[in-house]
């Protein structure tokens, strides 16, 4: 939930700078694009951010590209540029697992939100949560 002294645009980056932070302890020089929202690599984009907010609360995030099949995006305008996306694995040749990574990126997260409590949670998790939300919905 956005507090009353943080705006959209300052939420937004706030979670590339928390992106920021976190590729750096893999040795990753990453940087934002002005009026580009995401975080980039010098020539490809290895992290996108989507949200929604409704009534200060935010949903969705942040994604940094930790090892995937990079070819899918060849079959679209990521973000509707055309600039190529990469991956931690694709420049450290180290696949890493999305539940080893969650702590690491949570800890960035405390320290550029000046929070203690970073909930985090499983795919399993997250599903259930989803699913037991769209029943609230109907």
Known sequence: RLGSAIGVREYVTRLEQCSIRYLSQHAIDAKTKPGCPGIYTADAKIGSIGIRVKDRTTKHGVAINLCLNLDLFRMILPCGSFIPMTSIER?????????????????????????????????????????????EAD
């Open 91 to 135: 420049i450290s040749a180290v696949k890493l697992s999305t539940a080893s990574q969650a702590e690491i990126f949570a800890h960035s997260f405390s320290e550029i939100f000046c929070t203690t409590t970073v909930t985090i949670y499983s795919k399993d998790e997250l599903l259930l949560r989803l699913m037991a939300h769209a029943e």
